[in-house]
């Protein structure tokens, strides 16, 4: 099963110094592991632009979807036979320590 | 012949264990309680008449599993990953040795059921559905909740455990400190259930009492730390009081007698509070379970170490405060014969304990060795009130009784 790792952070604390090296370590680990699918870093959330469209009129705004204590700063979509696995590798994010990371399958269509 | 009790009794015996080995096969909550709902009603319809199998579990198990299949098999579609799935549980149901013994998957049920990834009462009820057997209905009572939040509590709950794929395994060793204590709190709180007071049910309680001694004995196989060790002495040093309980009401502690306690049970759960103890390591269910084995010690209520108690719950106020524990010390604080001390703790429980009843018994405890015997009238009053329960209520009035006041209405006389 495919999950999505979604990584929130409170820009207002800051990154360690080491964060790069960090996530690089991680990457390696979880490339090493074959779980590794897809995964990027996002610029911060005040380069943000939040689209809506009603009534057949297109809504642009400055900003994320919502104000939130924390901001998503990046992803990954991991490969993993269980939740329970999903949730092992997920723990190993760095910017959890301080964080939240948010895990949720992909979900799947069946191809008829 | 059979009485629908004796058949709901067996099923609900087996219906754990039943529905853990469905579904280590089939991973699918829906597909194997549905197989097991309709292997009972099978046997509901068929036993009377032919009598009881001389094993009704390896029948149930061979009904349900034969009613899977055919229900995978009409649901599933030519080639896909369904399909495959049954061509290869139909080849290894071939394997299954004829014996008819049904391995114990109920581990690997409890701990999918407590997984953290679902909300505690969703643990609670699910753990309850599935490995008690309980009813939708029953476990909506038993929280005084209403069917339908229950019902919807499971749905998403098994949702998520598909969709999210949480996995039907016992975890691995490095994850297993992190998850037992959920097991721990969920096993304890079916324990509690089977302890309260189920009005008009056919579930008895002893099931669920057995379901929860047994899922705690299997835990401590696994896992025999102090604590897990601790909530098995627990629960056997409870359970062994179960036949001075009460047929149909609960007869509280205060009036039970001691002779009918299970004494067997009681040297068990001290064996295993000792072994617990001798690690040095206390926790919760190790003093509760401490307190329980003080009370196996007396004769009766009055002659019991009171002052170890009390001792026990302070300590107990540390680990895990809660307001029915504070009241519990003071009670012990109390029959020690220590008032200033209980009285401090019971003045601060005023606020929250209001529906309480036995708050107010205790309380009333207290004004009467304080010679308070018009405010202890009045609580007792209040804890009659309050009880649901008429051997319990039958106690509070003989303790009302002997205060001496007849007349509610003249709270300034004293006895005569």
Known sequence: MKYLALIYADEALGDPDDLMDQY?????????????????????????TSIRMRNGERQVTDGPFAETKEQLGGYFVLECETLDDAIKWASKIPSAKYGTVEVRPLMVFDEE | MNTRRDLIRVFRADHGRLLAALLAQFRDFDLAEDALQAAFAKATEVWPQQGQPERPAAWLMTVARRHALDRLRKTARQGSEVMRRTITMLTEAQDIPNKGAIPDERLRLIFTCC???????????????????????????????????????????????????????VPEPAELPHRLPQVLAVIYLIYNESYSAFEGTTLTRADLAEEALHLARITFRLRPLPETQGLLALLLLHDARRPARGQHEMIPLEAQDRTLWDRDK?????????????????????IQAAISAVHTDAADWDATDWKQIAGLYKTL???????????????????????????????????????????????????????????????????????????????????????????????GQDAV
């Open chain 2, 266 to 286: 009681i040297n068990k759960g001290r064996t295993h509070l000792l072994h617990a103890l001798a690690h040095k390591r206390p926790g919760a269910y190790q």
């Open chain 2, 317 to 411: 106020s540390v680990i895990a405060p809660s307001d029915v524990v504070t009241l519990n010390h003071a009670v012990a604080l109390c029959q020690a014969g220590d008032l200033t001390e209980a009285e401090a703790l019971i003045t601060t429980l005023a606020g929250s304990l209001v529906r309480y009843q036995p708050f107010y018994a205790a309380r009333a405890e207290l004004y009467r060795r304080q010679g308070q015997l018009a405010a202890a009238c009045t609580d007792l009053d209040k804890a009659i009130e309050l009880s649901r329960n008429t051997a319990e209520t039958r106690w509070l009035q003989r303790r009302r009784d002997a205060l001496g006041i007849e007349n509610r209405d003249a709270p």
């Open chain 1, 24 to 48: 690089e370590a991680y990457f390696q680990e979880i490339t090493t592991a074959g779980v590794y699918v897809g995964g990027e870093a996002l610029e911060p959330v005040s380069t943000a």
């Open chain 2, 115 to 169: 997984h953290p990834a679902l909300a505690q009462e969703a643990q609670v009820a699910l753990t309850l559905r599935t490995l008690g057997g309980l009813s939708t209905a029953e476990i909506a009572r038993a929280f005084l909740s209403r069917e339908p939040a229950i019902a919807k509590r499971l749905t998403r709950a098994k949702t998520k455990i598909r969709d999210a794929g949480i996995p039907y395994e």
